[in-house]
């Protein structure tokens, strides 16, 4: 396949970036998009010019650090994937493929195709975690029962990679589909319970602080997000969120 790419350009945080024309050749239809972006690395380095600068670590579709725009859309044109998992059989010989990063004021570009996504660190650090008592006379995980449709959902929500699609997409840059998953997670299982309503709160309250908007239930963030996060999730996060409130008053 032969591909015009139109790639952001942008030196750093400070700088106007720019879209870049850059053609590329012989890639193939079985390559991933991260692969084709290797080949147009390679391509630069080859003739002296710096690489284009862009997230991803598993390429697996696990870490959640690739993150592009790609013609419009988050991670894409395929359903249920994320850039390392797109596939170029999904262009058409010839076809311009306009690649940009996130746009979010809460997660600004840094370099090229990579956003700041420390945003969403803050929030987890806020309420993402469980407390264990480590004395020794630990339960093992195993000994609480755990009925399986609650089980079903806490995985269901534990499947949110945080790679940031649904802000991206979100025309209110809004994180409530991210914060939702993780406050969703815990609040299913007896490990979640010690924390529960300070989780909702102090996760809620970190997303404000970070700048990012509100749900105007558009549902744009649930057909972009690469692991079918649902929108029930945040009708969760606000019920869990005003339960906490009125027990904190
Ligand atoms: S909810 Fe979906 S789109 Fe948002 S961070 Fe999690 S996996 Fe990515
Ligand atoms: S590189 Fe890990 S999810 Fe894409």
Same mark, same amino acid.
């Given at each position: 396949?032969?591909?015009?790419?139109?790639?952001?350009?942008?030196?750093?945080?400070?700088?106007? &970036?720019?879209?870049?024309?850059?053609?590329?050749?012989?890639?193939?239809?079985?390559?991933?998009?991260?692969?084709?972006?290797?080949?147009?690395?390679?391509?630069?380095?080859?003739?002296?010019?710096?690489?284009? *600068?862009?997230?991803?670590?598993?390429?697996? &579709?696990?870490? &959640?650090?690739?993150?592009?725009?790609?013609?419009?859309?988050?991670?894409?044109?395929?359903?249920?994937?994320?850039?390392? #998992?797109?596939?170029?059989?999904?262009?058409?010989? &010839?076809?311009?493929?306009?690649?940009?990063?996130?746009?979010?004021?809460?997660?600004? =570009?840094?370099?090229?195709?990579? /956003?700041?996504?420390? *945003?969403?660190?803050?929030? !987890? !650090?806020?309420?993402?975690?469980?407390? /264990?008592?480590?004395? @020794?006379?630990?339960?093992?995980?195993? *000994?609480?029962?755990?009925?399986?449709?609650? +089980?079903?959902?806490?995985?269901?929500?534990?499947?949110?990679?945080?790679? @940031? +699609?649904?802000? *991206?997409?979100?025309?209110?840059?809004?994180?409530?589909?991210?914060? +939702?998953?993780? =406050?969703? #997670?815990?609040?299913?299982?007896? #490990? @979640?319970? /010690?924390?529960?309503? !300070?989780?909702?709160?102090? %996760?809620?309250?970190? %997303?404000?602080?970070?700048?990012?908007?509100?749900?105007?239930?558009? @549902? +744009?963030?649930? /057909?972009?997000?690469?692991?079918?996060?649902?929108?029930?999730?945040?009708?969760? %996060?606000?019920?869990?969120?005003?339960?906490?409130?009125?027990?904190?008053?």
């Amino acid at each position: 396949m032969n591909l015009t790419l139109k790639v952001w350009r942008q030196k750093n945080k400070e700088e106007k &970036g720019g879209l870049e024309n850059y053609p590329v050749t012989g890639i193939s239809e079985h390559a991933s998009f991260l692969e084709m972006l290797d080949v147009l690395n390679e391509q630069l380095i080859n003739e002296g010019k710096e690489p284009v *600068a862009f997230d991803h670590d598993c390429r697996e &579709g696990i870490c &959640g650090m690739c993150s592009l725009y790609i013609n419009g859309e988050a991670h894409g044109p395929d359903r249920k994937v994320t850039t390392c #998992q797109l596939h170029m059989r999904m262009f058409k010989d &010839g076809e311009t493929v306009y690649i940009e990063p996130w746009r979010s004021k809460s997660m600004p =570009v840094i370099k090229d195709l990579i /956003v700041d996504r420390s *945003a969403f660190e803050k929030i !987890q !650090q806020a309420g993402g975690f469980i407390s /264990v008592n480590t004395s @020794g006379n630990t339960q093992d995980a195993n *000994a609480l029962p755990i009925a399986k449709p609650m +089980a079903d959902k806490a995985m269901d929500a534990a499947t949110c990679i945080g790679c @940031g +699609a649904c802000v *991206a997409t979100c025309k209110n840059s809004s994180a409530m589909l991210f914060v +939702a998953a993780k =406050v969703s #997670q815990y609040s299913y299982l007896p #490990q @979640g319970q /010690v924390e529960r309503k !300070q989780r909702a709160l102090n %996760m809620v309250e970190q %997303m404000d602080k970070e700048g990012f908007g509100n749900c105007t239930n558009t @549902g +744009a963030c649930e /057909v972009e997000c690469p692991k079918g996060i649902s929108l029930e999730f945040i009708a969760r %996060m606000n019920r869990e969120y005003l339960g906490a409130s009125i027990a904190s008053e």
